[in-house]
């Protein structure tokens, strides 16, 4: 079935410290998003990026449509930065639902 | 402008209550979706509205959830004769249909199901 897989599970960081979470999917995707969930629990959206390279401060990301990954990469890591990351694809289909990774936990000590 | 609201935040219920969860979607898109986050279970999609269209009910777990939609914009989730399985956070979705896909996420509402 549609999966997608993200790596590593656990990451631990010193502040100042970069890092690339990875995602794989199964299948070709309308859309893949980048997720941050705090520690309240909120999704926040970080990227939207089918294909191609986007940066946002600190944070940028690269979807390899064609070999089917996507990676993010957290650059001068802050304690801010820690919490959950997810990766979810869009299959399309009629609903184009997410489908979730199971996401990569990162802690960034001071 | 507001992004997707949910309510309440927190809900504490006795086994086999039903409980009714809200969702606002940011004005003006047209899709909406409920998902669910578990542990052992991950984040689920659980159903999918899109304007007047049938909803989308693949993901839902059994009978006892269900969901409508209001004038097309407001949601709620309802689930009777509540489990303990059934806790969980449960989170709100919404698109717009001039913006490709990209889903913006509510806060959620964490449900726990004593």
């Known amino acids: 079935g549609i999966q997608v897989e993200q790596s590593p599970p656990d990451l631990i960081l010193q502040e100042g410290a970069n890092s690339t979470l990875r995602c794989n999917f199964s299948?070709?995707?309308?859309?893949l998003q980048w997720f941050h969930q705090n520690p309240w629990g909120q999704l926040i959206n970080l990227f939207y990026?089918?294909?191609g390279t986007k940066q946002n401060g600190r944070l940028s990301a690269t979807t390899v449509a064609t070999e089917r990954y996507s990676l993010l990469y957290i650059s001068s890591s802050q304690t801010t930065d820690s919490g959950v990351y997810f990766c979810a694809a869009n299959y399309g289909g009629a609903t184009n639902k997410l489908i979730f990774g199971t996401g990569t936990l990162l802690a960034v000590q001071p | 402008g507001a992004g997707v609201s949910q309510s309440p935040s927190n809900k504490v219920t006795e086994k086999g209550k039903d409980v009714e969860l809200r969702c606002d979607p940011i004005?003006?898109?047209?899709?909406l979706y409920w998902y669910r986050q578990s542990l052992g279970q991950g984040l689920e999609f659980l159903i999918y509205f899109q304007g007047n269209s049938a909803p989308d009910k693949s993901g839902l777990p059994s009978d006892r959830f269900s969901a409508e939609r209001t004038g097309g914009s407001v949601s709620t989730l309802t689930i009777q004769r509540t489990q303990q399985e059934d806790s969980a956070v449960y989170l709100c979705a919404s698109i717009s249909s001039g913006s490709g896909y990209e889903q913006y996420f509510g806060p959620g509402t964490r449900l726990t199901v004593t």
């Open positions: 299948d070709s995707v309308n859309n």
């Open positions: 990026i089918p294909s």
């Open positions: 004005s003006g898109h047209t899709a």
